[in-house]
């Protein structure tokens, strides 16, 4: 079974405070995660991506941080500002066939003011 | 500009119909996707294609059909076997850059 899980479908979090955001996966041989942005009817859009062989990847405001021993990666946005509110998505190849990317259920973060 | 671009953005079928979904792209890539996002779901993957000629069946491939005949397109006919057609509809295309996807902006499909 082969399946990448985000088990809060919303957050609301203060602008300037810090959001994170969760994913769990099934299956320790993924290698490789991706974080998607998503805005109401557009296409997602890449945001940070994380190797197995790291725990952690820094980009601007944006942080992933993986845990291989609990097979939980999270996605930190420091500080929140209202441009971030968006859906989220977490992402991860299928072990045994790259090619197909499989999302998780996304989750919808709110910044109030 | 390089991108994806999918038309129409809104589409509506009627009972038994087939209806086509356009997409291209001009960033040179060879994979491109199909995937299926319902109101509160994530993204699930119908049809994408490595190369030219070929493809493959992602995770709900019924009443959907594909075809690759150039790199630049990959359309999406959903068929009047597809008995809840009603989602948003995103085409997607990866380069090189590992697993990295690029998205069009999407095509709501509703049945009238």
């Known amino acids: 079974d082969q399946q990448v899980k985000q088990n809060s479908p919303s957050l609301s979090v203060q602008e300037g405070r810090i959001s994170i955001l969760n994913c769990d996966y099934t299956?320790?041989?993924?290698?490789?995660f991706l974080w998607y942005k998503k805005y109401p009817a557009e296409g997602p859009t890449f945001l940070i991506s994380?190797?197995?062989?790291?725990d952690k990847n820094e980009d601007g405001r944006f942080t992933v941080f993986l845990n291989k021993s609990a097979k939980h990666l999270s996605l930190h946005i420091v500080p929140s500002q209202p441009g971030d509110s968006a859906v989220y998505f977490c992402?991860?190849?299928?072990?045994?066939?790259?090619?197909?990317?499989?999302f998780g259920s996304g989750t919808r973060l709110s910044i109030r003011p | 500009d390089g991108g994806i671009t999918q038309s129409p953005k809104y589409l509506f079928r009627k009972e038994g119909q087939n209806v086509t979904l356009s997409c291209e792209q001009n960033?040179?890539?060879?994979?491109m996707y199909w995937y299926r996002q319902d109101p509160g779901q994530g993204l699930r993957l119908i049809y994408y294609?490595?190369?030219?000629?070929?493809?493959q069946k992602g995770d709900i491939a019924e009443g959907y059909s594909v075809s690759r005949e150039k790199k630049e397109s990959f359309p999406l006919t959903v068929t009047s076997a597809q008995k809840n057609p009603t989602a948003f509809y995103l085409c997607?295309?990866?380069?090189?850059?590992?697993?990295?996807?690029?998205f069009g902006s999407g095509t709501q499909l509703s049945v009238l």
């Open positions: 997607a295309s990866k380069g090189s850059d590992r697993e990295k996807l690029f």
């Open positions: 299956n320790s041989m993924f290698d490789y």
């Open positions: 994380i190797s197995s062989i790291k």
């Open positions: 992402a991860a190849p299928k072990y045994s066939s790259a090619s197909k990317i499989i």
């Open positions: 960033l040179n890539h060879d994979a």
């Open positions: 294609s490595q190369i030219v000629n070929d493809f």
